[in-house]
């Protein structure tokens, strides 16, 4: 086995060993040293490395226009950091996503693998930063703090696109599902009881109209991730950035992304202010809430198949038990569920980190990055699953429904208007008590003809409204 080299890298703290090969310098060997918690790495999650190479590169932009930093170095860096855009270098972004130092390690992890593969490129060695440094040059006009938020900003407008493609995704497959049983009839409930029939044409599409809604909502909220505080540097003052740099950074990151980015108004106030994380996380929350909602109606309405409501198959995916032959369970709606908890748990540890911020600065972003990134990933992968492996598998037992349907008690409900509220609810009282047809009874009690009352219990006339039958 060959023998790892090193070279020797030194910072405030002394001296330290770095592979020779790494593209990271010394503070990043440091976050490795010091940090094993998550075991999740930046790498992980391409979004991320490549939003802070976005940062990066529009910062090298605006110095280099504004005459900060000269053409081979700028160029250099530049070059680095559209490399890193195009997917190369990831992983030399070893941080672990859970850090103290409010995101420093992460800046510094990116400024060294910047400069390191700057050098490379006007043939020089790694850590030879007095060619191209990754604080002078890298990080000029730069601070963390206006790095770092910046940076998980644009990382959760690019990972909200993806959420947003995969809710698409189930909105449609909810909506073939509707169209393909748009005239099977069943019975509605509510508070686990009989109501009155609808179609599972109505009840699908229902799912992806309530659904739907949360797109509008999550985009409503991701716009306020594009106002940003680069330019800021350490506290918002702008100390050591030169004038015009918070400006036309803002202009270059919103030109090289597309994104319609702004500068914030009150660098001071934005510096710390983590609101819009708070905003989104809710709306991602929201969204939570609405799927495992559905997932647990999926799971009721599956329940059985002898003993319980059977009125859907869901794709069988799994054996549901080392001990009982032949059960088959909800898995793909189960965790689902798991997922939508998690989604919820985090949005609680985003609003206890946000309220956590002192004075100038939040320190405990590292753990809204951490659970945004992981809600945002999570909830994309679950919604995936849930279409591909459930949603458009679902299968309706119509003859079921149907049976279920005209022995409802709640049909009664549409007789209201030809026999009255008080004897419908006798008729529904004897027919519970009897375990007779609300039908037979009717008509046993003279209450109405039969042909009028087939006609007022057809089930299809129940679905709409229509003038009383006289």
Partial sequence: ?????????????????VPSDA?????????????????????????????????????????????????????????????????????????????????TSVNMNANEVIANRALEILGHE???????????????????????????????????????????????????????????LKMGRTQLQDAVPMTFGQEFNAYANNIEEEILNLNRNVKLLHEINMGGTAIGTGLNAVPGFAKLCTENLAKLTGEPFVLAPDLVEATPDTGAYVSYSSALKRLAVKVSKMCNDFRLLSS?????????????????????????????????NQVCFKVIGNDTTISFAAEAGQLQLNVMEPVI???????????????????????????????????????????????????????????????????????????EKGLMTKEKLDEALDPKQMLNSHEFIH
């Avoid at 191209?132 to 690019?158: A, E, K």
């Fill in 23 to 103: 593209l990271y310098g010394v503070q990043t060997q440091r976050g490795i040293n010091n940090y094993h918690i998550s075991r999740k790495k930046m790498r992980d999650y391409p979004d991320y490395v490549i939003a802070i190479a976005y940062v990066k590169l529009a910062a090298i932009e605006a110095n280099h226009t504004l005459g900060v930093i000269e053409d081979n170095i700028s160029g250099a860096i530049a070059q680095a950091c559209r490399e890193i855009i195009e997917g190369k270098w990831h992983d030399n972004f070893p941080i672990d996503m859970m850090q103290g130092g409010a995101g």
């Fill in 126 to 184: 790694k850590g030879e930063y007095q060619y191209v440094s990754p604080n002078d040059h890298v990080n000029c006009g730069q601070s963390t703090n206006d790095v770092y938020p910046t940076t998980i900003r644009l990382t959760f407008i690019r990972m909200n696109k993806k959420l947003i493609e995969s809710v698409m995704k189930m909105i449609k497959a909810l909506r073939e599902k509707g169209a393909e049983y748009a005239d099977t």
């Fill in 369 to 443: 990055t951490e659970a945004l990134i992981e809600s945002l990933t999570w909830m994309t992968n679950a919604i995936d699953t849930l279409t591909e492996e459930c949603i458009t598998g679902i299968t309706v037992n119509v003859d079921r429904c149907m049976n279920m349907v005209l022995n409802s008690i709640g049909i009664v409900t549409a007789l209201n208007p030809y026999i009255g509220y008080k004897n419908s609810t006798k008729v529904a009282k004897e027919a519970l008590e009897t375990n007779r047809s609300v039908y037979d009874i009717v008509i």
């Fill in 304 to 336: 059985g198949p002898r003993c319980g409501l059977n009125e859907i198959n869901l794709p069988p995916k799994a054996p549901g038990s080392s001990i009982m032959p032949g059960k088959v369970n909800p898995v793909i709606p189960e965790v689902t």
């Fill in 1 to 17: 086995m060959k023998e790892e080299q090193f070279r020797i890298e030194s910072d405030l703290l002394g001296e330290l060993q």
